[in-house]
């Protein structure tokens, strides 16, 4: 089993900066590849970004890519999203999830673990 709590969203002006952290607890976390995900009611959860378990590979959605950077410190068992130039389109909650396979790294089906959400509101 693998635990995640997500942190750090908030309400922010356009053209603002936020950064959220997800910690992680269980099985060799280390290995796993994690991922950000962001769901606004009514829609399907899209993909954002995700990491591998080295962080030497990182892959963003086109939305994103250019304004969010995503992180992770293994030694802290913590993973990041900073998020820059935020747009009110951005709003959603904002989930992070493990993949334990590497593979589909964009799917959420591939992501049995997931953690609770946290609010992120871009005002214009």
């Known amino acids: 089993q693998v635990q995640l709590v997500e942190s750090g969203g908030g309400l922010v002006q356009a053209g603002g900066s936020l950064r959220l952290s997800c910690v992680a607890s269980?099985?060799?976390?280390?290995?796993?590849?994690l991922g950000w995900f962001r769901q606004v009611p009514g829609q399907e959860r899209e993909f954002v970004a995700a990491?591998?378990?080295?962080?030497?590979?990182?892959f963003e959605a086109d939305s994103v890519k250019g304004r969010f950077t995503i992180s992770r410190d293994n030694a802290k068992n913590t993973m990041y999203l900073q998020m820059n130039s935020l747009k009110p389109e951005d709003t959603a909650v904002y989930f992070c999830?493990?993949?334990?396979?590497?593979?589909?790294?964009?799917?959420?089906?591939?992501?049995?673990?997931w953690g609770q959400g946290t609010q992120v509101t871009v005002s214009s």
């Open positions: 269980g099985r060799s976390v280390s290995l796993l590849v």
């Open positions: 999830a493990a993949n334990p396979w590497t593979t589909g790294i964009t799917t959420t089906a591939n992501y049995p673990y």
């Open positions: 990491i591998n378990w080295s962080g030497g590979r990182t």
